[in-house]
């Protein structure tokens, strides 16, 4: 099924199965994508990138390479597949979103002070998960840790353009630019506005 997916494509994919085998999807593969379980490889015969990225981060697909490279190959994954009921589930949702009200939801989850984050935030104030390399990294250095792991994996060199759309007190950003020389632009939400 697999194979009939991405016939004709020439993507340069070499497709590692749950079971070990290997199917190349070019006569040169450049990267490895691994089907670490069945549901991974249900992900890639049915290909979007919402559901792509679903199994990536559930650990059911991995690759090899950089991000930058795998983003690219994703979308040519994807290519012209499309699927109805996804768009017509799309739709409901849409719908279903703007009826809510978002603004009166999201003053009560994150219109609180900065104090409040300060409490149990990194430093740098950074709103997502951090990378412990040993049981004896405070949190500062593990989300230092994350930061760089992300650009690393981005590849980042200076002169690079850089945005973070929810940048939050902008960690990421300033990061990236202190140590990898892009530039940079970073848009945060209405809740993370105030200054330090």
Known sequence: MVANRYSGRNLPIALVLPDGGRLTLSETPEVDVYARTWSGLRALAFPELGRLARAYVHGDIDFSGGARRVLGLAE???????????????????????????????????DVSNTFYRIWLDERMVYSCAYFRSETDSLDSAQAQKLDHICRKLMLKPGDEFLDIGCGWGGLIFWAAQKYGVRRLGLRSRATSTSR
Do not use: D, F
Request: net charge positive; proline share 0%.
């Open 76 to 110: 040519a994954l994807v290519g012209s597949v499309t699927h109805g009921r996804e768009r017509a589930r799309a739709r409901v949702r849409q719908w279903v979103h703007r009826k809510r009200s978002n603004a009166r939801n999201i003053r009560h989850h994150y």
